[in-house]
């Protein structure tokens, strides 16, 4: 009997939602900033020296492979009984190259949804990238760009390229941009002109994708550095606070300002919470947002997946993200950041 109750049960969750006498399929699109997801081979000079064996974090093999478990582990609890088998696409940041991706889809946890990888070497001084994951049978990779960021007054300045990545998911076709922008080093003002710039950069891509292809899906994810009502994100971009202001193809919209108002965030810092890990989709989605029939894939909710294992439990960063190093003390943990994720649904014809 009690086998008869789990099979039963497993059978539910891989059937699509039910809501209002219709059928959905859900798909799960998530942001995970993995907080330095290095190797241990100092290849980068200064800069990678310090997650070396013989650096500053003595950071080895035991190390590595603990933060890829936790890595793992982490992504593998984001399932809903709509999405049994994890998030359709992940954007990560914070990641050195390409073999750590590959290790971390290869870890146990997540090993049966079959990620594959999508990265590009940048120019980040620091040696860090963005990447993509996909589970190869919901979405088809069909073209993937990358843009560098250029700023005039500083020809040596260097950051992460910005990936774009189109594919075919439930049968429709979306692009995926994955960005890290510009830290706040100096000050949020006083940096803020190099995120405006990456913003600036993003929102050409954005508008280039759509000329070449009106009717697609946009979906623009990442670490941004800034908040949803900073200049970048509002006026460099263009995102908007409320869903009933996107109108065309190419209005954006951003979930994440009025979850920021509630006091909700993905980071915190000195007692008070950012939401710097973003993800921002085009009008595309949000067309059936209100109505009963979602011919087409259409925007659901966004949520902060702040779960009570990710959080420092103890101390003065009670509730924080609990990290993997504070104050060069390794504690295990998982990222700075809370990983973000938005569901898309679509009526099953």
Known sequence: MKKLFILSLLALLLLPIVAQDRQYNMYGVMFYNLENLFDTINNNGTYDREFSPDGARQWNHEKYWQKQHNMAYAIAQITTPG????????????????????????????????????????????????????????????????????????????TRDQLCVTGMLAGEKVSVLVNHWPSRLGGQEAS?????????????????LLRDDPNQGIIFMGDLNDDPQDRSCAEALKAKRDIDDVDENNDLYNPWWKILDKGIGTLAYRGGWNLFDQIIFNGYFTKYHEGKDKPRLTYLRAEVLNRDFLKTREGDRQGYPMRTYSGGVFLNGYSDHFPTIIYLVKEVK
Not at 84 to 103: C, T, Y
Not at 117 to 122: A, I, R, Y
Not at 126 to 146: A, C, E, S
Not at 196 to 205: K, L, P, V
Request: glycine letters at 6%.
């Open 83 to 158: 999405t049994p088998d994890g998030p359709a696409i992940i954007g990560v940041s914070e990641i050195e190259n390409k073999s750590v991706l590959d290790d971390l889809v290869r870890q146990p946890e997540i090993k049966a949804r079959r990620y594959q990888v999508v990265h590009h070497d940048g120019p980040d001084r620091r040696g860090v990238d963005v990447g993509l994951l996909y589970n190869p049978r919901l979405f088809k990779v069909l073209n993937v760009t990358n843009q560098r960021l250029k700023i005039e007054s500083r020809p040596d300045f260097r």
């Open 192 to 208: 803020s002109y190099l995120r405006e710039a990456a913003a600036d950069m993003a929102r050409r891509t954005i508008d280039s």
